[in-house]
């Protein structure tokens, strides 16, 4: 793991790991490991990466903790999900036939895949699921659609996700659930957090 200042009481953390799911679950771990020091006001996980924000004035006694700190180890347990899906995006048939498969074994691939949830953003509770066969990496639309659906499963590049809201959106549909992802009364109001791990079916 590589750190760097990045800002005042700012540090990321960055794993160079080639897969980019057991660079999420390294990030997770290190995470799990820094979570409650006294110096450290907030912990963000990214995809291959953490960044860590500091009390004033403890970035560099953070920085220096960081360098003792050994490269930490995936946890051996995360909470699991299991997210049904209704296998009728409109880019389902597209992108089977680019990736040079029928839509059913499509879907088996993605239902055999072990996803984990590198981190969350773009929308409140939208899960960035790593884990994705590189054969299934595909490019984002080439104009995003100006909506897409609440519940939507898609694919894009290295990741997968679910769209909690209706919102536009460039990625490639495939499916839909019925999934509350965002709860506001909900404690904690994401379904998924960092480190989750998801299975589809």
Do not use: C, K
């Not at 879907?107 to 299934?136: D, H, R, S």
């Not at 909690?164 to 379904?191: K, N």
């Amino acid at each position: 793991m590589i750190s760097e200042r990045v800002a005042e009481d700012a540090l990321l953390v960055r794993f160079e790991d080639a897969d980019l799911r057991a660079a999420a679950a390294r990030a997770h771990a290190l995470a799990t490991v820094l979570e409650g020091e006294p110096d450290i006001e907030e912990l963000v996980p990214g995809a291959a990466s953490l960044l860590v924000l500091t009390r004033r004035g403890s970035a560099d006694a953070v920085a220096a903790a960081l360098e003792r700190v050994e490269t930490p180890m995936p946890p051996r347990s995360a909470t699991a999900h299991e997210i049904a899906v209704r296998w009728n995006g409109p880019d389902l048939a597209e992108i089977a036939q680019l990736t040079g498969r029928t839509p059913s074994a499509l879907i088996e691939v993605l239902t055999a895949t072990p996803f984990t949830v590198a981190f969350v953003g773009f929308q409140p509770g939208f899960p960035y699921l790593v884990g994705l066969p590189p054969e299934l990496h595909v490019p984002r639309l080439a104009s995003p659609r100006t909506l897409v659906p609440a519940g939507s499963f898609a694919i894009a590049g290295p990741f997968a996700g679910i769209y909690p809201f209706a919102s536009p959106g460039g990625w490639r549909l495939l499916g839909e659930t019925d999934i509350a992802l965002f709860d506001a009364q909900r404690v904690p109001p994401a379904l998924l957090r960092p480190g989750d791990a998801v299975r589809l079916r």
